[in-house]
């Protein structure tokens, strides 16, 4: 099982790469803790395991129930108007993803907040030094 594997080895350079990469941004004095959770590591392995498993065990029996020659000779999948919705769907998704990521990368909460407070206030108290 590669992809586990993969996830522990990203785990670990993403704790040692993320410290660096932060420095170059406005954000590099903030002090930075990662913690690592053994549970929910193990529970998103068994989870991905899982959900693979089993969205892939009714076609592998379809799939192996199909003779070899039948399966070079199978030619209704290539029908060009459900290629061409599928495309279509996939590509009107990503558009909408990149428009998504840029509303919500661009969202400034100092400057909605400007916009949305008519004045500051400061309570404090002269008694207290």
Known sequence: MPSE????????????????????????QMEISLKFNLFILLFSVFFSVMTVYLSCRRPGKIAGGVSPVEAVRYTEGRNRKKNWLVITAISLSMILLSFVMTAVGSFRLDSYLESRIVGDFLLGSNGIS
């Open 5 to 28: 594997v993969l996830k522990i080895i990203g785990c670990g350079v993403g704790k040692l790469v993320l410290p660096f990469a932060m420095s170059f941004t406005e954000n590099g």
